[in-house]
């Protein structure tokens, strides 16, 4: 009976819409839109594979990149913010060299696998017709059932759980600035692997 209520719920929350919005601020300023984006399976479940559709304009060239990320977990007690997980990048960090950051992570020197780093460089490819690099010029980012393998989450993002996420990303020209250039905003769950074998 347990077992197959879990399944059910499985199987629900499996067909859970990915929801976002474009969030900028800058109005004509704006360089970075998005007009589409969409990925499955939502639950993202790690380790796993993740289909990605991605259709995103960049309309004004960039020298540096910079973002500024919002994660919110969803709690009983309304959303909760995840901080920035020590050097990861990853949680609510502020300023992320975009620029850089591609190079250390395909250097191995990030928390992200370099086998990440590949997968990335191969999205950027068929997504632009050519590598992914710094300054940013205007083109349009497309993708459609790309997928890649997210392997299982590394003990230091264990504040990462499963759970119902809020994540905001917001692109600036100038670490300085408090307005962004570009804003997208999702929601999406992450689950575990090993969380549908609880409780069975
Ligand atoms: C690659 O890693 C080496 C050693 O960790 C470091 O010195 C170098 O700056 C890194 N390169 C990039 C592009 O991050
Ligand atoms: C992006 O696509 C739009 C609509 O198809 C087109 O008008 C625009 O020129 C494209 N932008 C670039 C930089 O290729
Ligand atoms: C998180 O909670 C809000 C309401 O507070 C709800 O609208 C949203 O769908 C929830 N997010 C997810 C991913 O379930």
Redesign the pocket.
Known sequence: MFKAIVIAVCLVSARAAVTWSDCATKGSQTAVTVNAIDFRPNPVIFPGELHVDLDM???QSMDQLFVDVELWKNTTFGESKIPCIGDTNIGTCQNIDACSILPRIRNGSSIVSADMGLQIDKLLLTALGHEGNCPI????VTLHNEHITLQALPAELSLIATGDYRIVFKIKDDPASSDNIGCLEIRAGIRRKTDQVVGR
């Open positions: 304009a960049v309309t010029q205007p083109e349009n």
